[in-house]
């Protein structure tokens, strides 16, 4: 996803509301790094509309918070398919 910085913020946090994606997940849609991703939603977006920063902030922090219970799952998957 190329472009002006400014356009990709916006879109890459209407997404990540919209589908309660992690910096990961929105990454991989667009095509570029957790990097480029994490700058755009956090400080470009708190300048350019502060309303929709909130939200994403909002999704970011739940991801957050349960990040360390989607890696024990994944961990718990890779082990369970590697018995079987």
Same mark, same amino acid.
Request: aromatic share 4%; glycine share 8%; hydrophobic share 35%.
């Given at each position: 996803?190329?472009?002006?910085?400014?356009?990709?913020?916006?879109? =890459?946090? %209407?997404?990540?509301?919209?589908?309660?994606? @992690?910096?990961?997940?929105?990454?991989?849609?667009? &095509?570029?790094?957790?990097? @480029?991703? %994490?700058?755009?939603? @956090?400080?470009?977006?708190?300048? =350019?509309?502060?309303?929709?920063?909130?939200?994403?902030?909002?999704?970011?922090? @739940?991801?957050?918070?349960?990040? %360390?219970?989607? &890696? &024990?799952?994944?961990?718990?998957?890779?082990?369970? &398919?590697?018995?079987?």
């Amino acid at each position: 996803m190329k472009g002006q910085p400014e356009d990709r913020a916006i879109t =890459l946090a %209407h997404y990540i509301v919209e589908k309660g994606a @992690t910096v990961r997940a929105a990454a991989k849609k667009f &095509g570029i790094s957790k990097s @480029t991703v %994490h700058k755009d939603v @956090t400080a470009r977006l708190e300048r =350019l509309d502060p309303a929709l920063f909130g939200e994403v902030r909002r999704v970011l922090n @739940t991801n957050r918070d349960e990040r %360390h219970i989607r &890696g &024990g799952a994944a961990t718990r998957e890779k082990y369970l &398919g590697r018995q079987a």
